[in-house]
């Protein structure tokens, strides 16, 4: 019986077929040959299928997959299987409670058994999902790209599944605007979505768009309370805490406490991975807004001491308010962190606290490695945390670096 593969699925395998092999670094060349001297498909062909246009030939596809080191066999049991996760994925991202987490990994994990192209990476993408979300990983620069590439072509609601992932990745880790504003289109596109619009409150938040900032926020609000959705409530309360901040409200002292007393008083029934999401946020607020660097640096500690990858994102304000307010770092603090992950800030307090690098190293490092990354993706708060590391450098040796220091400080006059 001849193998079938069905026109739906060979739209998406082609381009997935496309990202494998860019992943194991096969050229098309290499790809299309036989190992027998003969070709799978011609060039003009493998170009075609992956770029999601269907080719007859099933069997092509399956030559492929297995120059990819891999196997096909199309599963309805699976797919069926898989539209009910989708579902189940787009009901735990409302309601963020951490037992439905649970239950969905755990049925995952027994279906991901083998290597079946297509439903193995569709149920990656879907553990990947979870686990971000919990705090219990990172996605690697490799994985980010993957997902960001595979969410262009895959059907709905997986791809705005995605598009949730690869938006928190840009604006919690890379923290640049231009990638963060790259998704703008992608969610508006998908604002029907509660999950997407929970996303569009942090890009009108980080382009300063308030006014829109406000009504959508109202509106979420009321749809959180109608729902009863208490982990999305503390999580768009403290955006909304942020926000104040930004835009220097008289009501954030008032409105940070309101947090804080329904971060205490529904702790219990919290997703451990939201409330410490949202400690990170007040923790920022105390640092930035408040100026109180040692509540600060103990809501920083309290967060690093559960979820050591939160380095990757607070790190350099956790050094920060624990220089500012004289107090000790946590011991090994860097242990568990994979150094060439981090940025270029966070490594500056590595190299300095680490390595122990001399003033006149870590000049040079502010110098050159620090100031090209703030002149590209830099802004107010990134500049005033690298000041205040030269006034620490500049008191330990007072006459030989303020040259350097002007220099430096010209760049953003």
């Known amino acids: 019986m001849a193998r079938e593969i069905s026109k739906e699925k060979k739209k998406i395998l082609g381009p997935m077929i496309r990202l494998e092999r860019q992943k194991l670094r096969l050229t098309r060349k290499q790809i299309i040959t036989d190992g027998q001297g003969g070709q799978i498909c011609s060039a003009t062909t493998l170009y075609r299928l992956e770029k999601g246009r269907v080719i007859q030939e099933s069997d092509v596809y399956f030559s492929l997959i297995e120059k990819l080191n891999s196997k ?98 840009a604006y919690n880790f890379i923290q640049k605007m231009p990638e963060i504003e790259f998704y703008e289109c992608f969610l508006m596109q998908f604002k029907e979505y509660f999950i997407i619009r929970i996303d569009i409150l942090l890009l009108l938040r980080s382009e300063n768009r308030f006014l829109e900032y406000e009504s959508l926020h109202q509106k979420i609000s009321e749809e959180i309370k109608e729902k009863h959705l208490i982990n999305q409530q503390c999580k768009v309360q403290a955006f909304y805490v942020q926000a104040i901040a ?10 940070l406490l309101h947090l804080e007393r329904m971060m205490a008083e529904n702790k219990c029934q919290l997703n451990p991975a939201i409330y410490n999401n949202i400690c990170s ?70 190299l300095k606290y680490i390595k122990h690098l001399s ?34 450098l500049l008191e330990q040796s007072p006459n030989k670096f303020y040259k350097d220091y002007y220099a430096f400080m010209k760049n953003f006059e």
């Open 359 to 392: 003033i006149t190293d870590l000049v040079h490092y502010l110098k050159t490695e620090v100031l090209d990354e703030l002149l590209q993706n830099g802004n107010e708060l990134r500049v005033s945390v690298f000041k205040k590391q030269w006034k620490l």
């Open 72 to 169: 096909y066999v199309e599963n309805r049991s699976l797919d069926k299987m898989i539209e009910r996760i989708n579902q189940k994925m787009m009901s735990y991202f409302e309601t963020l409670e951490k037992s439905v987490a649970k239950s969905l990994l755990s049925e995952i994990v027994t279906l991901k058994g083998g290597q079946n192209f297509y439903y193995h990476q569709i149920l990656t993408g879907y553990s990947d999902m979870i686990l971000v979300n919990l705090n219990q990983k990172k996605l690697t620069e490799s994985e980010y790209l993957y997902y960001k590439r595979l969410m262009e072509f895959m059907p709905e609601p997986y791809n705005v599944l995605l598009l949730h992932l690869c938006f928190c990745h």
């Open 281 to 350: 946020m007040m923790a920022m607020t105390y640092y930035v807004d408040l100026k109180n660097y040692e509540k600060a640096a103990i809501l920083f500690e309290t967060l690093l001491k559960v979820d050591i990858n939160k380095m990757y994102s607070i790190g350099m304000y956790y050094f920060s308010a624990c220089e500012l307010s004289n107090r000790q770092f946590l011991p090994g603090i860097f242990n568990g962190i994979d150094i060439q992950q981090t940025n270029v800030y966070l490594r500056y307090y590595y």
């Open 246 to 255: 930004e835009y220097q409200k008289p009501e954030l002292r008032e409105t």
